[in-house]
Structures are given as C-alpha cells and as structure tokens.
C-alpha cells in the first residue's frame, strides 16, 4: 500500500470545493475577486483569455505577497 500524497492534487474538484464555503468563496476578499474575474473567461474570445490568466495570477501573487509580507517583485 503507498502512502497518500501530503500534496493535495488542486485539480481535483472535491479539494477545491472542500477549500472553499459554499458560496464558492475562501474568505479572502482579494482572492474571491480574482476567482470572480475568471468566471468572465468564459464568454470572451480565446484570444482574450491569456491576458485575463496573466491579470489574475499577477493580482494571486499580489495578494499572496501582501499576506506573507514579502515585497513585490
């Protein structure tokens, strides 16, 4: 028998629903607005969703950043 992996596979849709209340929120208002904005992705062009990607990762980092206290690079 393996032993299960301390990572947890954020893939995984039952992960990401434990993670989250059942509004779909974290309690982190920076992060909630940023999964807000990605549920906007899916009715723009393809084209269009490399930057919406980038603008939620910059402001994911942002927020991470803040929390840890770590300066922005």
Known sequence: MTEPSPHADVSDPDVTRA????DGSVG?????DVLASLETVEGRP???HA???ESAHER??????????TPAS
Do not use: I, K, Y
């Open 28 to 32: 982190h208002p920076a992060v909630d």
């Open 60 to 69: 994911l980092r942002a927020a991470l950043d803040a929390a840890t206290g």
């Open 51 to 53: 930057a919406v990607f």
């Open 19 to 22: 993670a989250s209340a059942p």
């Open 46 to 48: 393809v084209h269009e």
